[in-house]
C-alpha cells in the first residue's frame, strides 16, 4: 500500500521560497510507472492542482504558477520536492503530495500546513 | 481552458436519503473525469474515475455517470459518513477540480 507524507517549514515570510519535500512508500519511484503532484487547499476554499513531476524528470505545472515553481524527483530516495518562489499571504494554504495515476490520483499525503506571514 | 462547475454548492440531505451530485464542463472532455470524497482535516479520497469506475474499496452505493460535458455522482442511500466535500476533476491540458459541493 502505497503511503506518502509531507514534510517542510510550516512558516515562512513574505518573499521567502516555499520547500516541501513528499516522502513516498510502499511504490518504486524507478519502476512504476506514475506522475507525482503536489495540490493545495487554502483553508476552507477548493482544491488547486500545482504541477507534478515523472521519474524521469519531465514536468507539468499549472500556468497560473509556473513562473515560480520548480518540482525534482530523487527516485532512487523515493522523494520528491516542491518549491515557490517569493511567496505571499495568497500562498497559505495545506500543501498535498499525491500519486498521479494516469490523470487521477490515487493515494494522497496527510497534507502539510504552510502559513505565510511577516 | 476547460472549467468544471459543479451544482449545487450545497446539498441538504439525511441519511437513507438518495443524493445526486453534478458537475459540468465547459468543453467536451471525453469521460476522464474523476470523483473525490473530502472530509474536514483529511485528505480528499479517490471515489470514481473514467466518470463510472469505482475505486478500490468504494461501496456500491457510490456510482458515477456521464460523458462529454455532464457528470453526475449518485450516493444511493446516504450513511452518516457521507456527509463530506465532493470535488469533480479532469484532465486536459492541465489538471483541474471542480469547486465542490458541500453535502450536508
Known amino acids: 500500500q502505497v503511503q506518502l507524507q509531507e514534510s517542510g517549514p510550516g512558516l515562512l515570510k513574505p518573499s521567502q521560497t516555499l520547500s516541501l519535500t513528499c516522502n513516498v512508500s510502499?511504490?518504486?519511484?524507478?519502476?512504476?510507472?506514475?506522475?507525482w503532484s503536489w495540490i493545495r487547499q487554502p483553508a476552507g476554499k477548493g482544491l488547486e492542482w500545482i504541477g507534478r513531476i515523472f521519474s524521469s524528470g519531465n514536468t507539468n505545472y499549472n500556468p497560473s504558477l509556473k513562473s515560480r515553481v520548480t518540482m525534482s524527483i530523487d527516485a532512487s530516495k523515493s522523494h520528491f520536492s516542491l518549491k515557490v518562489t517569493s511567496v505571499t499571504a495568497a500562498d497559505t494554504a495545506v500543501y498535498f503530495c499525491?500519486?498521479?495515476?494516469?490523470?487521477?490520483?490515487?493515494?494522497w499525503g496527510p497534507g502539510s500546513l504552510v502559513t505565510v506571514s511577516s | 481552458e476547460i472549467v468544471l462547475t459543479q451544482s449545487p454548492d450545497t446539498l441538504s440531505l439525511s441519511p437513507g436519503e438518495g443524493a445526486t451530485l453534478s458537475c459540468r464542463a465547459n468543453?467536451?472532455?471525453?469521460?476522464?473525469l474523476a470523483w473525490y470524497q473530502q472530509k474536514p482535516g483529511q485528505a480528499p479520497r479517490l471515489l470514481i474515475y473514467?466518470?463510472?469506475i469505482r475505486a478500490t474499496g468504494i461501496p456500491a452505493r457510490f456510482s458515477g455517470s456521464g460523458s462529454g460535458t455532464d457528470f453526475t455522482l449518485t450516493i444511493s442511500s446516504l450513511e452518516s459518513e457521507d456527509f463530506a466535500v465532493y470535488y469533480c476533476?479532469?484532465?486536459?491540458?492541465?489538471?483541474?477540480f471542480g469547486q465542490g459541493t458541500r453535502l450536508e
Open positions: 468543453q467536451g472532455i471525453r469521460n476522464y
Open positions: 510502499g511504490s518504486s519511484m524507478t519502476t512504476d510507472s506514475y506522475y
Open positions: 473514467d466518470a463510472s
Open positions: 476533476q479532469q484532465r486536459s491540458n492541465f489538471i483541474a
Open positions: 499525491a500519486r498521479n495515476n494516469y490523470y487521477f490520483f490515487d493515494s
